[in-house]
């Protein structure tokens, strides 16, 4: 089956203190993963993608075939990153369409 | 210039009554789509179409129906509303990467 599992339904963190957004999936095949981003009451945005390797507002995303986890990590984080963190991958020959996870709201406090 | 956008962006309306939510995007995508975000904030595919064909109907109540006249567009009518209906819908289109409408939120009441 394909899915996608996010455990954390809310993640609160202090500011400057370390993030880590937990995803993992179960997919027979060779995926592509990406975690986007909502601010409050806007339209997602694509925070990162695993074939790209970037780092995109500090955030990083390292994908784990082994663990089938695709964790998104921020060494220090910022009151601008509260936000819904999705997770979702898309597969070949699937139309393009998405499975997102359930979503982790994280706030980060002052 | 706004990528993808949606009318209208709030939607309050009585069970029963017909409604529609247009998309439009202006970056040249041959694929778009229908994505439904509950009361949880769970978001799950409902329709995808590439070059006005649809490819993706994804067990949505036929009260649900996609319109794509070009595709640039794909509007969402839905009939008889039901409770159930109220959400967040965003419409989005896609090449390589998505581009993600800024939500359409109906509420049924």
């Known amino acids: 089956a394909q899915r996608v599992t996010q455990p954390e339904k809310l993640l609160s963190v202090f500011k400057g203190a370390p993030v880590e957004l937990k995803c993992n999936y179960s997919?027979?095949?060779?995926?592509?993963l990406f975690w986007y981003v909502q601010y409050s009451r806007q339209r997602l945005q694509l925070l990162l993608r695993?074939?790209s390797r970037e780092s995109i507002k500090g955030f990083t995303a390292d994908l784990n075939k082994g663990e089938t986890s695709f964790h998104l990590k921020k060494p220090f984080a910022q009151e601008e990153d509260s936000a819904m963190y999705y997770c979702?991958?898309?597969?070949?020959?699937?139309?393009?369409?998405?499975?997102f996870g359930q979503g982790t709201e994280l706030s980060v406090k002052p | 210039d706004t990528a993808v956008s949606q009318t209208p962006k709030y939607l309050v309306t009585q069970m029963g009554n017909d409604k529609s939510i247009k998309c439009e995007q202006n970056?040249?995508?041959?694929?778009m789509y229908w994505y439904k975000q509950d009361s949880k904030k769970f978001l799950k595919i409902m329709f995808s179409?590439?070059?006005?064909?649809?490819?993706i109907n994804e067990t949505v109540p036929n009260r649900f129906s996609p319109k794509s006249p070009d595709k640039a567009h794909l509007n969402l009518h839905i009939n008889s509303l039901e409770l159930g209906d109220s959400a967040v819908y965003f419409c989005?289109?896609?090449?390589?990467?998505?581009?993600f409408g800024s939500g359409t939120r109906l509420t049924v009441v």
């Open positions: 997919y027979s095949g060779s995926p592509e």
């Open positions: 979702a991958l898309s597969g070949p020959g699937q139309g393009g369409k998405l499975i």
């Open positions: 695993h074939i």
């Open positions: 179409y590439n070059n006005k064909e649809l490819i």
């Open positions: 970056l040249g995508h041959d694929t």
């Open positions: 989005a289109s896609s090449a390589l990467v998505y581009t």
